[in-house]
């Protein structure tokens, strides 16, 4: 059974910085691309990065450019987005989804940016 | 960047109905586009794929059509279960992938 699991999400003060990971099994987590996605409260759905197999490409979304890092670790079958200078507009719920085309998704971790 | 207009962004149907929903591309992507359903506080799960291609596991009566820059979701006879936020997703240019804005399916 295919399962991605987010963690380290939470309440981050403006400015601040958080690491959120995503643990994935029943899927040779090597052979995909790796997206993460995010919706705020009320809203729709935003890619914010992709990373490729072997981690030698990565591509963001303009609003995260500079201040996000997407990376993966295939010996630890782990996916990780490190968000540096955090602001209120960051707040969503954070998944990561398999693949170029998003098969399947995580049940999403809530990132708070608030005073 | 590839702009997804989907419309309409909120519809109100009764279970039987049958319900349409579109995605208009602003430059051809051939037919590298997939559909999702949102339910309340869960993650988005796939419909489509490949324009047309149904997820295994989903009920026939989901249909995906169009290739290009029109694409169109179709629920034959809609479902008390169907009731949720529908949204497309466009993987042509993969190092900036777009969703349409939604569209929300309520109960008339």
């Known amino acids: 059974e295919v399962q991605l699991v987010e963690s380290g999400g939470g309440l981050v003060q403006p400015g601040g910085s958080l690491r959120l990971s995503c643990a994935a099994s029943?899927?040779?987590?090597?052979?995909?691309?790796m997206s993460w996605v995010r919706q705020a409260p009320g809203k729709g759905l935003e890619w914010v990065a992709n990373i490729k197999r072997d981690g030698s490409e990565q591509y963001y979304v303009d609003s995260v450019k500079g201040r996000f890092t997407i990376s993966r670790d295939n010996a630890k079958n782990s996916l990780y987005l490190q968000m540096n200078s955090l602001r209120a507009e960051d707040t969503s719920v954070y998944y990561c989804?398999?693949?170029?085309?998003?098969?399947?998704w995580g049940q999403g971790i809530l990132v708070t940016v608030s005073s | 960047d590839i702009q997804m207009t989907q419309s309409p962004s909120s519809l109100s149907a009764s279970v039987g109905d049958r319900v349409t929903i579109t995605c208009r591309a602003s430059q051809g992507i051939e037919n590298d586009l997939g559909w999702y359903q949102q339910k309340p506080g869960k993650a988005p799960k796939r419909l489509i794929y490949?324009?047309?291609s149904l997820q295994s596991g989903v009920p026939s009566r989901f249909s995906g059509s169009g290739s290009g820059t029109e694409f169109t979701l179709t629920i034959s006879s809609l479902q008390p279960e169907d009731f949720a936020t529908y949204y497309c997703l466009q993987h042509n240019n993969y190092r900036l992938l777009t969703f349409g804005g939604g569209t929300k399916v309520e109960i008339k």
């Open positions: 029943g899927i040779t987590f090597s052979s995909y691309w």
């Open positions: 490949a324009a047309s």
């Open positions: 989804a398999r693949g170029l085309q998003l098969d399947f």
